[in-house]
Each structure stands twice: as C-alpha cells, then as structure tokens.
C-alpha cells in the first residue's frame, strides 16, 4: 500500500510514457496498461527494452 502512493497517477504516467517515446524512439508509444502502477523508472526500463526488442 505505501509503495502504491509513491507510484505516479494515470496523467504522469502518461506524460512519462511520452518523455522516453521521444527519446528511445516511435516503437515505445503504446498504451500503458489499465490499473498498473509504473513507478516512472519502470516506464523506462519498459521504453528501453521496447525499443532494443523492436
């Protein structure tokens, strides 16, 4: 539970989702999953392997 209040709302997830599509490239710009809460290293992490596995 109180890891789950650190992690970022749907709009900053969002917004970060965007900030490393921009910089790892057009194959990371999908829609991030219902009810999951990325913290904003993981969106990275997930932007990075996306694109390595492209």
């Known amino acids: 539970m ?3 209040s650190l992690s970022p709302g749907r709009d900053q997830q969002d917004a970060i989702g965007a900030i490393y599509a921009r910089h790892y490239g057009p194959v990371a710009k999908q829609a991030w999953p ?4 990325w913290t904003g290293a993981e969106i990275k992490s997930c932007c990075r392997l996306a694109s390595l596995l492209a």
């Not at 219902?34 to 809460?37: L, R, T």
């Open 2 to 4: 109180f890891a789950s």
């Open 34 to 37: 219902e009810g999951v809460n």
